[in-house]
């Protein structure tokens, strides 16, 4: 099956929202969205670890994945305020999220912790949502591709082709993210976005490499999503605080789905 035939729309929400407004955003986004069939679309919600829970039971599995927004490298152990990946299977999550910049750049983890992340997420059948993305110096200094290909390279060390179909990657520039973030211009995403597929297919060969979704996230908002999307690197968006109410996120959804299977038709006609 080919997983980029449909798009991946998915937020994750930090540390904003409590249990209860969790549970009610679920709730909303699945009413709003229950009439479009998930063949065409992954809808995902990464929330707060205390929310998983009661997250799971408000939706069915098949309409929203829920993912976690950070992991422990073990089953168990001696790792105080940690979360293992048994624990969030029995939360009933689906994926995990792994390197996003503010683990990276805040809680200072490294590539090497990573991958330890990503080959525990997937012995436990999790799947990882592994966030790349460079900063404003690396980017002014000429290396953003190279920074790129080093995390995606350590990132996935030591997965298998046939374990490819349970990564995503998610492009996230750190001089995009958050309250002043700047997003990057379609065509700068497009081409890192060419950068990444090119990395995961010298790593998993074609067909799988070629296979595993990818996503751009940073300050994607409604007046640049449709933009965003028609790029041909691009296989879903990873949306911040534009989709963190249930109506906005439901209309950014209706905005890019129809761009995004024009796109797919024309790319099948050629």
């Not at 939706?59 to 979360?83: C, D, H, K, Y």
């Not at 959804?253 to 099948?268: C, M, S």
Request: net charge negative.
């Amino acid at each position: 099956m080919d997983r980029r035939k449909k798009i991946y729309l998915g937020t994750n929400t930090k540390m904003y929202k409590t249990t209860a407004q969790t549970v009610a955003f679920l709730k909303r986004l699945n009413q709003l969205t229950k009439d479009i069939s998930r063949d065409r679309m992954e809808l995902f919600v990464i929330p707060s670890y205390p929310s998983l829970a009661a997250a799971r039971e408000s939706v069915p599995r098949q309409s929203v994945s829920l993912g976690a927004q950070n992991m422990a490298w073990e089953e168990e152990g001696q790792f105080t305020g940690e979360i293992s990946p048994l624990m969030l299977q029995e939360a009933g999550v689906d994926l995990v999220m792994v390197g996003h910049s503010e683990r990276r750049h805040v809680f200072r983890e490294t590539n090497e912790e990573e991958n330890k992340k990503v080959l525990c997420a997937l012995k436990a059948g999790l799947s990882p949502l592994l966030c790349v993305g460079e900063t404003a110096g690396e980017k002014g200094f000429g290396i953003a591709e190279e920074v790129i290909r080093t995390q995606l390279k350590i990132g996935l060390y030591g997965v298998m082709p046939c374990e490819a179909r349970k990564i995503r990657i998610a492009y996230e520039p750190v001089w995009a993210i958050g309250v002043n973030g700047e997003p990057a211009s379609k065509e700068y995403a497009d081409q890192i976005h060419t950068v990444i597929r090119r990395t995961l297919t010298e790593l998993f060969g074609a067909e799988a490499g070629g296979d595993v979704p990818v996503l751009y996230g940073g300050s994607v908002n409604p007046q640049n999503a449709e933009e965003l999307i028609w790029m041909p690197g691009i296989d879903g968006l990873f949306i911040g605080r534009s989709a963190w109410d249930a109506d906005n996120f439901n209309a950014v959804i209706r905005k890019v789905l129809p761009v995004f299977e024009e796109k797919r038709a024309g790319e099948g006609a050629e």
